[in-house]
């Protein structure tokens, strides 16, 4: 739906799957962050594109961070939608445990989705999610990328911005929601600014499309 949603006209837009998502299923590689950091950079390059922007959403938020710390002179804005930090996501034991179990099995998948976006979408909606979720990556992908996005941390290397930065966020998020942004990326980013979605949790894209791509596009726009 997201794609849709973009002004054809003013922007344009590159969707990159990770590898051992999407079209890249059976791509093979390190399934880390700075992998996917290093493959955005080579797509930017095959286009043609210096500089370009970069909008990467939960784990895909630390992917972003790590290719602005990586070539800084060449992003022209960053753009975080419930974006996992720099510094990564502390777990407990159950947490993790239910993390690091989602690779095999759906049930935990299931949860976590209907925690995220607060317990309150319809088990119909959260069924598809995680149908949606098990045929657009491996098993072995989805489940070696997490102890790189959980447990990395980059912060130090964060260049100082001067281009906008913006985490986007649902106000159903608990997990990567206001506060976590305001200890991180608000923290970690000097400038950045925060946009809270009502009505959304964890995955904006699916809940308010259109209200995310308005503050998307407020971004690029100013």
């Known amino acids: 739906m997201l794609p849709e949603l973009v002004d054809p006209e003013r922007y344009s837009f590159a969707f990159l799957d990770y590898r051992g998502y999407g079209r890249r299923r059976d ?37 972003v961070l790590r290719v602005f710390a990586d070539v800084p002179d060449r992003v ?18 159950e947490s993790w445990a239910l993390f690091d179990g989602a690779a095999q099995n759906d049930d935990n998948r299931y949860a ?5 976006t607060g317990n309150r979408n319809s088990a119909t909606w959260i069924r598809q999610m995680v149908a ?3 045929a657009s990556s491996t098993r072995e992908a989805f489940g070696a990328y997490l102890p790189s996005w959980a447990k990395g941390d980059f912060a130090a290397e ?15 998020d608990p997990a990567l929601g206001a506060p976590t942004m305001e200890a991180t ?6 400038g950045c ?7 959304a949790g964890h995955y904006a894209m699916y809940e308010t499309p259109v209200a995310l791509v308005t503050s998307i596009e407020a971004t690029l726009g100013g």
């Open 27 to 63: 791509v093979t590689g390190e399934f880390t962050v700075p992998e996917i950091a290093r493959d955005a950079v080579v797509l930017a390059d095959e286009l043609g594109w210096d500089r370009f922007a970069l909008v990467g959403h939960s784990m895909g938020g630390a992917a």
């Open 76 to 93: 022209s804005a960053v753009i975080g939608i419930s974006p996992v930090p720099a510094s990564g996501v502390p777990f407990d034991e």
């Open 193 to 199: 600014a925060l946009d809270v979605l009502p009505n």
């Open 185 to 190: 990326w608000l923290a970690q980013l000097s």
């Open 158 to 172: 964060l260049p100082t911005p001067t281009v906008p930065v913006k985490a986007i966020v649902g106000e159903h």
């Open 132 to 134: 949606a979720s098990v």
């Open 112 to 116: 976590i989705i209907d925690f995220t």
